[in-house]
Nanobody
Framework: VQLVESGGGLVQPGESLGLSCTVSGSLSGFYAMGWYRQAPGKQRDLVAWITRVASANYTDSVKGRFTITINNDLDTVILQMNSLKPEDTAVYYC?????????????WGQGTKVTVSS
């Protein structure tokens, strides 16, 4: 199983950007997918995740600005990021958890860089 990410890039503060993550390979089921991010010199933090029944969750710093969705085939997750701020600059990593009991992601994407700067 691989998680293939797309999107990312350079935007100005206040602009929007979308990230996509698609599951490649055979997977019988999973509990949740989502995104972490890691800013330079900082730890990797959870940003948003969504369960296979489309229950979405967000860290406080992105609530009201970011929206995570999953498609009907349950193989692609989209993170729509609006009103971006310089502090959103980071490498964003898609992840997948197989079980609700997973304490760490079972699969990771390769990471995609988001830079918010004027």
């Amino acid at each position: 199983v691989q998680l293939v990410e797309s999107g990312g890039g350079l935007v100005q503060p206040g602009e929007s950007l979308g990230l996509s993550c698609t599951v490649s390979g055979s997977l019988s089921g999973f509990y949740a997918m989502g995104w972490y991010r890691q800013a330079p010199g900082k730890q990797r933090d959870l940003v948003a995740w969504i369960t296979r029944v489309a229950s979405a969750n967000y860290t406080d710093s992105v609530k009201g600005r970011f929206t995570i969705t999953i498609n009907n085939d349950l193989d692609t997750v989209i993170l729509q990021m609006n009103s971006l701020k310089p502090e959103d600059t980071a490498v964003y990593y898609c992840f997948l958890n197989l079980q609700v009991s997973s304490t760490l992601p079972d699969f990771w994407g390769q990471g995609t860089k988001v830079t918010v700067s004027s």
